[in-house]
């Protein structure tokens, strides 16, 4: 088991979801009762019938859909990673599919139609990686599979439903990997093999309770394996034969102070430690992957575990009343009995600084550093936190005259640079959990990776170079899709996402060995158009250049023009200070950074 000396990471809040409200402010008889994410899409059903949609990216109202003519309550609603369809079930058994069509702009079109659960509570849904089958759990055990058609004229030809299996207890959670279902009930958790027609049980000891399951790849080893949840804050760890391999035991390890989720609009850090701190004993409930790392939660809070190095990562009992979770990239969407949606981020520590640096929050800054033994954030300071970040922190808040506040920061700085012997043993011995799949992270932020895609000869088409950002590929996405599309490491060079420029693209991209260095900003789709298109590399051809200043060195003797955007490193520096926090352009605009502000290495031209 590794060495935990500290936090890695810690849960953000980085603006409200007030937008999500609106409607439901102006009518006091709507409700939402049921959440799904997509990459693109937020789906919010309702006790009037009806399926919200917003888009995730600027949270604008786009369009409803009512599944049936009578205004029965929707139980349970489920977005597929192709943004086209959406599934809904009512509390009558009802399950229909629709075609969006928001893109076209003109009504969604039901598709599909189910009374497999007439009469039954649906509780869960989940799709395959095409997008093509959709399977439905009731509170009673029955599975049955809905065929969606990838052109409306099949419809005709397929059978619309078909039910596959009736389970003994109410059927929990449900998630798909390749050719596999994996479906976790209150007592068992099964496993399908869609193409061979079978199944089989994981373990012989049975359950009573809600639980969750999930796959997950190990990066190491590239093995898919799944995690289930069993009672007493432990889980099972099962290979695709169904045998358990390990049993993970967290009661002792969340023994530990919960840690408040930092809310980027407030000023000052709500309570750290609550009572007497002691083990917890509870049940996990849908467990879902966020990276290297599993999301889950009970009755107390969320919690967020390392299952590769059994460690707690973080865990709070900020939220209450918790009925469902979504995960899109590092967003954990959460939706309250209070019919409430709050978006978390999960962020390294030193990317959390980062944020509220480019927010100007200096007072919440200030807030966090000086709490940070309370949180036990420390080691995560001293090794990863950019000096130059504090000393801005310093100009800001000596700009806003608190300067009661510059000597307290001041003196704790002074702490951290010193350092006790405990403290600087503990940063030694601190693993940041952040540095995975063998990449290498510089001093100052940036990102050696291996084995990547090289761009050559590419310039911008269009203009301003304060405007220009490098964009970067997504290192994972984890949702429930295809677990060897979350975890594999491939690193696209998406040089333009326009159909018309596809060809273009492809003939800008040469595939070899040669190393890359890139920002870890990741930009979704949603705000590729709205930044420039600007895909700059950062070549490395030596192998061997394994620190900062080799990289520098090595990309000065090749002469060309390059522009480096950095994590870390303050923007009146000469980097920009970028993320990979995948910020969305709402939060972007809602922030007070200006990129005419910023400035570029010296080296770039047109």
């Not at 006790?47 to 003519?69: C, E, H, M, P």
């Not at 509390?91 to 009504?107: P, Q, W, Y």
Request: hydrophobic share 35%.
């Amino acid at each position: 088991m590794a060495k935990s000396n500290g936090l890695t990471h810690i849960l953000a809040e980085l603006s409200p979801l007030d937008e999500l409200s609106v409607l439901t402010a102006r009518s006091a008889r709507l409700k939402y009762t049921c959440l799904s994410v997509s990459r693109k899409y937020i789906a919010l059903g309702s006790n009037t019938g009806g399926v919200y949609i917003f888009s995730r990216d600027t949270l604008k109202y786009l369009q409803v859909v009512f599944a049936d003519t009578e205004a029965n309550p929707v139980v349970c609603v489920s977005l597929p990673s192709s943004d086209q369809h959406v599934g809904v079930a009512l509390s009558t058994g009802l399950v229909a599919v629709f075609e969006l069509n928001i893109d076209k702009r003109i009504k969604p079109e039901r598709i599909r139609s189910s009374q497999d659960h007439s009469g039954h509570l649906v509780s869960s849904i989940t799709w395959d990686s095409a997008c093509s089958k959709m399977f439905v759990g009731d509170n009673t055990g029955k599975l049955s599979i809905i065929f969606v058609p990838s052109v409306k004229g099949k419809t005709l030809f397929a059978g619309p439903s078909e039910v596959i299996a009736y389970l003994s207890s109410a059927i929990c959670q449900m998630e798909w990997w390749k050719d596999k279902l994996l479906v976790s009930t209150a007592t068992h958790t099964h496993l399908f093999d869609t193409l061979k027609h079978n199944y089989s049980t994981i373990g012989t000891k049975s359950r009573d309770g809600e639980f969750g399951a999930c796959y997950f790849l190990e990066p190491s080893s590239q093995v898919p394996v799944v995690y289930c949840a069993r009672p007493g804050s432990r889980m099972w760890e099962v290979d695709f034969e169904g045998k358990v391999l390990n049993t993970h035991q967290f009661k002792q390890l969340l023994a530990t102070p919960s840690v408040p989720v930092i809310k980027l609009w407030e000023e000052q850090l709500v309570s750290v430690i609550s009572g007497k701190i002691t083990s917890q004993s509870v049940n996990f409930f849908k467990m879902l992957r966020i990276g290297q790392f599993i999301v889950t939660w009970s009755l107390k809070g969320v919690y967020v575990f390392d299952p590769i190095n059994v460690k707690v990562v973080v865990w709070t009992e900020s939220f209450k009343g918790i009925k469902d979770i979504s995960v899109i990239n590092n967003d954990i969407y959460l939706f309250l009995d209070k019919t409430e949606v709050h978006k978390l981020s999960l962020l390294p520590v030193y990317q959390l600084f980062t944020v509220l640096s480019l927010r100007k929050r200096w007072s919440l800054m200030s807030c966090l550093l000086l709490s940070a033994d309370l949180i036990n954030i420390r080691p995560a300071i001293m090794k990863r936190v950019n000096q130059d970040l504090l000393q801005t922190l310093l100009a800001g808040l000596k700009e806003e005259g608190k300067l009661d506040m510059v000597e307290k920061v001041q003196a704790s700085m002074e702490d951290l640079s010193e350092g006790s012997i405990e403290s600087l043993s503990a940063c030694d011995d601190f693993m940041d959990t952040g540095e995975f799949m063998g990449y290498t992270y510089l001093p100052s932020g940036m990102v050696v990776v291996s084995e990547g895609v090289q761009i050559r000869d590419f310039k911008p088409r269009t203009g301003d170079k304060s405007d220009m950002v490098q964009k970067t590929a997504e290192t994972f996405e984890p949702q429930n899709v295809g677990i060897d599309r979350v975890y594999t490491q491939k690193y696209d060079s998406e040089v333009d996402t326009d159909n018309n420029k596809k060809e273009e693209a492809e003939n800008m991209v040469e595939e070899n060995n040669e190393s890359i260095v890139f920002s870890s900003r990741q930009l979704t789709e949603e705000n590729e158009h709205i930044v420039a298109d600007l895909v700059v590399d950062c070549e490395v051809k030596n192998s061997d250049c394994t620190n900062e200043h080799d990289v520098q060195e090595n990309l000065q003797q090749k002469g060309q023009n390059k522009i480096f955007l950095t994590k870390d490193t303050p923007i009146r520096s000469s980097s920009v200070s970028v993320n990979e926090l995948g910020i969305t352009d709402r939060e972007l605009a809602s922030s007070d950074l200006d990129m005419r502000d910023c400035t570029f290495s010296s080296n770039e031209s047109d």
